[in-house]
């Protein structure tokens, strides 16, 4: 059975993205279709404050881009040897929260202890902190459409066709690619199951007028997985 999901590929150190194993344990032929691309801004501004940890009482991680932000900034600025002596250490006197596992991974991997990757989502993590630190929050990367997306769909349903089940990973995406699988799909879009990453998600699919079959218990692939199985499983056996 073919599942599509709206996501950039990204192997992990067995050399494959974890969704497409994960879904594979189920026999679900994943496909991925990335539907966004990132701007990052406000680099310099970013910079600075990564240069002053005594100004603040930790770090949080909304993303993968997020982590991308600090080591472009380490890079372009030449503060990667500068990191590795001293800004590093001070920070991880102070904590990393992050939003899901891959962050986490990422985070760890520019050497920082993390933090309430196990809340789940976003609104979860809010929670965690809130009590705990005054926050100030800079934007370090936009959201614009992936330029291939629309010629990938259009491929994608002419050779696969109809997918039994759509993975939405975020509101923005939905936004970008909704118009064209309505288009493609036609009237047989009643016969996709819709599943979201997470609540925001979900609550855009059903702002726009979308069943929800499925939204991860968390946003891991086996989540995911186990979830979008459920969803068909209960669509098969109606």
């Given at each position: 059975?073919?599942?599509?999901?709206?996501?950039?590929?990204?192997?992990?150190?067995?050399?494959?993205?974890?969704?497409?194993?994960?879904?594979?344990?189920?026999?679900?032929?994943?496909?991925?279709?990335?539907?966004?691309?990132?701007?990052?801004?406000?680099?310099?501004?970013?910079?600075?404050?990564l240069s002053h940890p005594e100004g603040y009482g930790g770090l949080i991680f909304t993303s993968p881009r997020a982590v991308e932000a600090v080591e472009l900034c380490l890079e372009k600025d030449n503060k990667t040897e500068a990191w590795k002596k001293s800004l590093k250490e001070k920070?991880?006197?102070?904590?990393?929260?992050?939003?899901?596992?891959?962050?986490?991974?990422?985070?760890?991997?520019?050497?920082?202890?993390?933090?309430?990757?196990?809340?789940?989502?976003?609104?979860?993590?809010?929670?965690?902190?809130?009590?705990?630190?005054?926050?100030?929050?800079?934007?370090?990367?936009?959201?614009?459409?992936?330029?291939?997306?629309?010629?990938?769909?259009?491929?994608?349903?002419?050779?696969?066709?109809?997918?039994?089940?759509?993975?939405?990973?975020?509101?923005?995406?939905?936004?970008?690619?909704?118009?064209?699988?309505?288009?493609?799909?036609?009237?047989?879009?009643?016969?996709?199951?819709?599943?979201?990453?997470?609540?925001?998600?979900?609550?855009?699919?059903?702002?726009?007028?979308?069943?929800?079959?499925?939204?991860?218990?968390?946003?891991?692939?086996?989540?995911?997985?186990?979830?979008?199985?459920?969803?068909?499983?209960?669509?098969?056996?109606?």
């Amino acid at each position: 059975m073919k599942v599509l999901l709206l996501k950039d590929p990204k192997e992990d150190d067995c050399g494959q993205d974890p969704y497409i194993r994960e879904l594979g344990l189920y026999g679900l032929e994943a496909t991925l279709i990335p539907v966004l691309s990132f701007e990052f801004l406000s680099l310099p501004s970013f910079s600075e404050k990564l240069s002053h940890p005594e100004g603040y009482g930790g770090l949080i991680f909304t993303s993968p881009r997020a982590v991308e932000a600090v080591e472009l900034c380490l890079e372009k600025d030449n503060k990667t040897e500068a990191w590795k002596k001293s800004l590093k250490e001070k920070w991880n006197a102070k904590p990393a929260y992050v939003v899901g596992s891959a962050t986490a991974s990422l985070v760890r991997k520019i050497g920082l202890e993390t933090e309430g990757e196990k809340c789940g989502n976003a609104e979860k993590l809010a929670e965690y902190i809130c009590s705990r630190i005054p926050m100030e929050s800079i934007t370090v990367y936009q959201k614009i459409p992936h330029p291939g997306i629309q010629g990938n769909l259009k491929s994608y349903f002419s050779k696969q066709g109809v997918p039994a089940s759509i993975t939405f990973f975020s509101p923005s995406g939905l936004t970008y690619s909704l118009q064209h699988i309505q288009e493609l799909a036609g009237d047989s879009i009643r016969q996709i199951q819709f599943a979201a990453i997470g609540p925001t998600t979900a609550r855009a699919l059903a702002a726009q007028g979308l069943p929800v079959s499925c939204t991860a218990e968390l946003p891991t692939p086996g989540a995911l997985a186990t979830g979008i199985r459920k969803a068909l499983h209960a669509h098969s056996c109606c």
